[in-house]
């Protein structure tokens, strides 16, 4: 192992807080990164890491080698990868929310995967916005306002929140014309906090509407089917209810009220030194998400 490599390994414990995340995100074997940084240690001759009960963090000296090696290595890599025809090589970590990761990212990543063969990909849907750095993600598609400014962004396109319901409940409950006639309507609400009041936009100010429902679900795939089997209204995105709009399962209320669109963005840590793998699928997928009926330009 040169000693490049040794810097390489050591920047990486310090980043992730943990010998086996930096194993993983090395793709090393967690004996190997412990040699690697014994071998540095005892090479300096002074202790690089202190361990703690809950995590792995630089000790004085670790944090001055660590400074330093991260533009030293950080410079490297940026020289190696604008070399002319650079591969794009490497593990992609994506995360995505469910429904829209399965429907839409899952097919770009396959494509992806088809041009690039020196790359892998982990796929992470979830609905919560983990923290990139923490959890050692690349890329995330994330859709509403981006609360930290550290991230680089790509906006793709947006969406907007829309209350739906089916035929045969309007038939059986008549149509709702303002945001106070849900107070006499089955609302098919979520668990969390955002999903639990709706908030529209041109109603008069005060407190909205008491809206009434006996069916809860923090799963975006039950709310959905409740209102196609009649159950209730339910505020969901645009691109979670296009097909059932499409087809008519589904009827869009409320036009008038429906709040500003909100802005879909692929994520990454930021611009500087970033390696071409991350890049490439950026461009990629920015394209073919740009393209899509369910993403609005505005």
């Keep these: 192992m040169d000693r490049l490599d040794e810097l390489a390994i050591f920047v990486r ?13 090395l793709r090393r074997s967690p004996p190997a990164v412990t040699r690697a940084l ?33 533009t030293l290595v ?8 604008g070399a002319p025809d650079a591969p794009v090589r490497g593990l992609l970590r994506i995360t ?14 396959a494509r992806f995967l088809d041009t ?9 849907l979830g609905d919560r916005n983990i923290d ?22 790509r906006l793709v396109g947006h969406v907007r929140r829309l209350w739906v319901a089916s035929p045969t409940y309007l038939k059986r409950r008549g149509m709702p014309r303002t945001p106070a006639d849900l107070t006499h309507h089955e609302a098919l609400l979520g668990t969390l906090r955002g999903n639990t ?31 196609r089997e009649g159950r209730g209204i339910a505020q969901l995105l645009s691109y979670q209810v296009a097909d059932e709009l499409a087809s008519g399962r589904l009827v869009r209320l409320l036009q008038a009220f429906e709040r500003p669109p909100l ?36």
């Design 263 to 298: 802005p879909v963005h692929l994520v990454t840590k930021g611009r500087a030194h970033r390696a071409p793998k991350i890049d490439a699928f950026v461009d990629f997928a920015a394209r073919r998400l740009a393209a899509l009926p369910v993403l609005s330009p505005a």
């Design 116 to 124: 690039h063969d020196g790359v892998e990909i982990e796929l992470l």
């Design 38 to 70: 014994a071998s540095l240690e005892d090479r300096i001759g002074l202790r690089l890491i202190d361990r703690t009960t809950r995590r792995l963090a630089p000790s004085e000296a670790g944090r001055a080698l660590y400074d330093r090696a991260r």
């Design 74 to 81: 950080a410079d490297y890599e940026a020289a190696t990868a």
């Design 132 to 153: 990139l750095i923490e959890e050692g993600v690349d890329i995330a598609l994330r859709i509403g306002p981006l609360a930290d400014s550290a991230l680089s962004a």
């Design 96 to 109: 995505a929310p469910v429904q829209f990761g399965r429907r839409h990212i899952a097919p770009i990543v």
């Design 13 to 25: 414990i310090v980043e992730e807080g943990s010998l086996a995340r930096a194993a993983a995100r």
């Design 197 to 227: 009041e709706w908030q529209f936009a041109g109603a008069r100010r005060g407190a909205p509407p008491r809206l009434n429902g006996r069916l809860r679900a923090d799963d975006v795939e039950t709310r959905l089917r409740a209102a």
